[in-house]
């Protein structure tokens, strides 16, 4: 998902046609970590976004909150580092299935490592205090 959320977010400037302040307030919801972005974003980006509020209220509490917070990290990289993140999502998507699935796995283990890792300094760094 991030991956469609960056292409979306990257696209060229074209004038923006819909203001941040006429969505409604499900929409603003969904797209509250880019509220501050909208109303600089193209016609055909702000298009595509809106295209994903519809299925918002749909996600569970969990996909919601996941979808918001992949926004968030997208809207926060830099361009150069959005161009390295759809180039290696367009790479992941040639893999076969099972491939995939490999590499799905190992991010997960690298993510729960790295959560771990930081649960632990965390605990360190309060216990020391």
Do not use: N
Request: glycine share 0%.
């Amino acid at each position: 998902m991030i991956a469609v959320v960056g292409v979306l977010l990257c696209l060229p400037a074209h004038a923006a046609t819909k203001p941040w302040s006429t969505l409604t307030p499900m929409q603003q919801k969904a797209l509250a970590p880019i509220a501050q972005q909208w109303d600089s974003l193209p016609d055909k980006q702000q298009k595509r976004l809106l295209a994903t509020t519809k299925r918002y209220p749909k996600l569970s509490p969990e996909q919601k909150q996941l979808f918001l917070a992949r926004l968030t990290e997208w809207s926060k990289l830099t361009p150069e580092q959005r161009d390295r993140a759809r180039e290696k999502y367009k790479a992941f998507r040639k893999l076969p299935k099972e491939k995939r699935e490999e590499v799905k796995k190992l991010v997960r283990q690298r993510e729960e490592e790295k959560a771990s890792a930081a649960a632990a300094e965390s605990d360190t760094a309060t216990t020391e205090e």
